[in-house]
């Protein structure tokens, strides 16, 4: 009997893994290449998840059924189905489907049941899914939104910071910062705070929140100031949601896997309204996604 497949693909920011599992979600094989954010370089990504998605192709000997491809970027250029199609092309026009990474995570997380999914690393976004509708809030980037991402909290802090500087008040921050930033006067870190990438400033929030886990009362402020505003964007996803509202709430990314202190703000006021509220961690393998997608938006493309 041949082997029958799934491909689900996790394209980043970052890198791109393609993950083949069977029909009942056992892993066959993996790879992994390089970025797949279309919105930055769509060429490259395009050729990176398609290689990806080959690679595995080649290797297994089997039936693939469909790919699914949870694409950075995809909100921002639009035009999925183009996107898919294009992927199936140079994929041996297997049925495709392309959808936005957090929409892929969002599968993944509930594992194909209604809920919603909390993404928080650089940035962060709340994604609700009920009877196949899909509620977003937050996810407006670093200037506009991202509360209690890895962005926000490090912002939050040297904001914080720079008051007490003002002041002349003593605050554990402004030495943190000075070191982290490699300056002598924190006023120094702010030229150096404008030059950075968005995830190497984000990186820095592990710093202020272990200052949190030592009792530092700012970094903790800072914290749960955080936890509340994420639970906020939480709180009002669900308000959208129809009766009887699904409860499960899945976490993921980098600062809700590894803070505990804003995590467990965060469910505390989530609770205040919602208490019956259920979380999980997700395990952060996205490409899974696709074992638990019930669409049938996979067609066949073919190249012209």
């Not at 980037?141 to 914080?160: M, P, Q, R």
């Not at 008040?169 to 930033?181: G, S």
């Not at 200052?211 to 509340?228: N, S």
């Not at 899974?288 to 669409?295: A, H, L, T």
Request: a negative charge; hydrophobic letters at 40%; one cysteine or more.
């Amino acid at each position: 009997m041949t082997l029958k497949y799934q491909i689900g693909v996790d394209a980043g920011g970052t890198h791109t893994v393609a993950v083949a599992y069977d029909m009942k979600g056992a892993e066959l094989n993996r790879t992994e290449t390089g970025p797949g954010q279309v919105n930055t370089n769509y060429n490259s990504a395009l050729t990176n998840i398609t290689s990806a998605i080959n690679y595995l192709i080649d290797q297994i000997d089997g039936d693939c059924q469909r790919i699914m491809c949870g694409i950075a970027g995809l909100s921002v250029i639009g035009h999925a189905s183009e996107v898919a199609a294009e992927i199936s092309a140079k994929a041996y026009n297997l049925p495709t489907r392309a959808v936005t990474d957090s929409l892929l995570a969002l599968y993944n997380g509930l594992e194909g049941e209604d809920g919603g999914l909390v993404i928080a690393g650089t940035g962060s976004v709340f994604n609700g899914l009920q009877k196949g509708k899909i509620i977003t809030t937050g996810g407006y980037g670093s200037i506009l939104g991202d509360e209690g991402s890895g962005y926000a909290i490090t912002l939050a802090a040297l904001k914080v910071a720079l008051l007490s500087w003002d002041k002349r008040e003593a605050n554990q921050l402004i030495p943190l910062f000075n070191r982290l930033f490699q300056v002598d006067d924190i006023v120094a870190a702010t030229a150096k705070f404008y030059k950075l990438a968005n995830s190497d400033i984000a990186a820095m929030a592990v710093e202020v929140a272990r200052l949190a886990d030592d009792g530092d009362p700012d970094a903790t402020a800072v914290i749960k100031e955080q936890g509340e505003l994420l639970a906020r964007d939480i709180v009002i996803g669900m308000d959208r949601y129809e009766e009887p509202k699904p409860l499960k709430i899945a976490l993921t990314g980098s600062v809700l896997a590894n803070n505990s202190m804003l995590r467990n703000r965060l469910e505390e006021k989530v609770r205040e309204k919602y208490p019956k509220a259920e979380f999980t961690i997700s395990n952060g393998e996205n490409a899974r996604g696709v074992v638990f997608d019930k669409s049938k938006d996979y067609r066949y493309f073919t190249s012209h």
